[in-house]
């Protein structure tokens, strides 16, 4: 298992940007694919996006173009670019690692995000 640490949430106002990172507990270098989940108030959660050992990076239909996904593997760290911001996204967001059978299996405790409109 992997302990998986996130920062970078806050308040930000609709078109800003934020940068959530994840630092995890060893090494990510193995780890076949990294992600970002989220879940709004009332809502299931949502695969945000994802990024393999190799590179290849995956993203939700409603954030492409605005978010972009990152690792760096010398900092155990994966990150999470998010700009034009909309209110939308207003979210716990997770960090995410382990694809297992079409799902992430290791998650963190989540960082808030909030887009004030």
């Known amino acids: 298992q992997v302990q998986l640490v996130e920062s970078g949430g806050g308040l930000v106002q609709a078109g800003g940007s934020l940068r959530l990172s994840c630092a995890a507990s060893r090494s990510i270098f193995n780890i076949n694919a990294m992600g970002w989940s989220r879940q709004a108030s009332g809502k299931q959660r949502e695969l945000v996006a994802a990024i393999t050992s190799g590179g290849s990076t995956n993203y939700a239909e409603s954030v492409k173009g605005r978010f972009t996904i990152s690792r760096d593997n010398a900092k155990n760290t994966v990150y999470l670019q998010m700009n034009s911001l909309k209110p939308e996204d207003t979210a716990v967001y997770y960090c995410?690692?382990?694809?297992?059978?079409?799902?992430?299996?290791?998650w963190g405790q989540g960082t808030q995000v909030t887009v004030s409109s």
């Open positions: 995410n690692a382990d694809w297992v059978d079409k799902r992430f299996a290791q």
